[in-house]
């Protein structure tokens, strides 16, 4: 399960990562967002890139000896932050 979990994480990364590329070029061929590759993803489709809000919290540890986890948790959430999804109301 934890294998699963881990793929699915790796997955979700992959997608912030193709996203945040999307914004800077500016152009939306150019960047192939692998949704399908993830149950996670599938399920967060609308909220990672779509039409909602999304917030993500980053959190730290205040140890020394986490300055390298830190780092890569500051890095991944600065990724993040650079996704601007349009929020659209569905009126069904």
Known sequence: ???????????LRKVITA??????????ELALIPYRESK???LLR??????????MLACLNPLDSSFEENLST?????TAGRI????AVNLD
């Not at 500051?74 to 600065?78: F, V």
């Not at 601007?84 to 929020?87: D, F």
């Open 1 to 11: 399960e934890s294998v699963s979990i881990n793929q699915s994480l790796f997955v």
């Open 19 to 28: 996203l945040a590329k999307r914004q800077q070029v500016r152009e939306k």
């Open 40 to 42: 996670l993803t599938t």
């Open 74 to 78: 500051l890095q991944y959430a600065s």
């Open 46 to 55: 609308d909220a990672v890139g779509g039409s909602g809000y999304t917030l």
């Open 84 to 87: 601007k999804n349009r929020p």
